[in-house]
DNA sequence: ACATTTCTTGAACAAGTGTTCAATGTGAAG
DNA sequence: CTTCACATTGAACACTTGTTCAAGAAATGT
């Protein structure tokens, strides 16, 4: 067979074992434990292969910034499959899933957004992808409220992520799994209340 | 008069200029903008002076999120002077007051969330500052209903620090004004809700 | 006046940082 | 085989980092 390409599978393309490197240390470690050498360590290469294919250690963390909100955005996509109200209350419980529950993922989450605050650059990408997200939210919610008003909808999807972002930022504290469970709760009254009047 | 021991009363203690050097620059450029140099410079003192008053970076750091700390339970701290009603109100309405909505508030919060995150030692500080916390807000709660059980105003007390924490986060990406308002109204609705049975 | 403790300074050190680059390896095309 | 573009390596560079320390200034006590 010679030398194969890929030696028992392990072998996956460098860049994205170098950037799942970083994803690693940043979330383990905070942004004083993403170095060069610690990357490159981390991802089994040499030094010199991580600004091969990161030109900087700014791009390096920018693409750790953009794979994170990417993953975020699909959670709020819609999925034709299901019925509009079965879509966003999967959406609302699905931030409180295992996978997305766990240390890992918020402790990224938190380490991007410490450094979106710290630089001006991250900010903006930061703050678009909450923006997607927001409309991504508010879609979910005015399909399943046809009549709502879009405004009303926005307000609707801006409110839930407030009590989103509490729950897992919560989360990593430690609270109880009951308190987050009533939390779910209240976004759901709050995407499903009856339209009020005013 | 001869030489003042405080010329102009601009020569304050040098360990609090450090330590509010410190502060400053955590919250404007993350932990990675604090180094003992920058520190120095920031509060016009000489760099041996910072490790002079402080044993080491860590030490320094640990004042400062100590000083955050105790900041924060001042914010649920009782107030002999009102009906338990306005003192809950009140400590309910200040988490969206002027003086706590700023930038430099706020990130200063995320940064050291950030990085007791990183590091076990601040962990367990944050932590015990997050129980303390919870247990002045859940003893508002208690002495506004008399009646309610403390494990209710446990609960209550945790469900309102989710949606706080949500609100202060949201804060960051500067999220409107509207939304914070209603998130105060709902964590109001969680500490004046009527007992529910169960 | 002196002695003593407390501040304050900046140079020095070892260790770590991001980035560059010449050298080498690898696999496919001619 | 030769060629050639691509992938990969680690040494080398200039620079920043936290910490230490001998020296001196300033305040305080006697």
Redesign the pocket.
């Known amino acids: 067979m010679?030398?194969?390409?890929v030696n028992s599978g392990e072998?996956v393309?460098?860049?994205s074992r170098i950037l799942e490197a970083a994803l690693d240390l940043l979330s383990r470690h905070g942004i004083?434990?993403?170095?060069?050498?610690?990357?490159?360590r981390e991802a089994?290469?040499?030094?010199?292969?991580?600004?091969?294919?990161?030109?900087?250690?700014?791009?390096?963390i920018r693409a750790a910034l953009h794979s994170v909100d990417e993953h975020d955005l699909g959670l709020v996509a819609p999925d034709p499959s299901l019925t509009p109200e079965e879509q966003l209350r999967k959406a609302l419980h699905r931030v409180a899933g295992a996978d997305l529950l766990t240390t890992r993922y918020l402790s990224l989450r938190l380490h991007l957004w410490a450094l979106a605050q710290a630089h001006e650059d991250f900010a903006r990408i930061n703050a678009a992808a909450f923006d997607r997200y927001l409309d991504g939210l508010a879609a979910l919610v005015s399909t399943a409220h046809p009549a709502l008003p879009l405004k009303e909808c926005r307000d609707r999807a801006a409110d839930i992520v407030v009590v989103q972002n509490g729950m897992w930022l919560t989360a990593l504290l430690g609270i109880d799994k009951a308190a987050i469970q009533r939390s779910i709760a209240r976004t759901e009254q709050i995407a499903f209340a009856p339209p009020r009047d005013n």
Chains 1, 2 share one sequence.
């Not at 010679?2 to 390409?5: D, P, S």
């Not at 004083?32 to 490159?40: N, T």
């Not at 089994?44 to 390096?60: E, I, Q, R, T, W």
């Open positions: 010679g030398i194969n390409t072998q393309d460098r860049q004083s434990g993403v170095s060069m050498r610690a990357v490159a089994g290469v040499a030094l010199g292969l991580v600004n091969y294919y990161f030109d900087d250690k700014m791009s390096l």
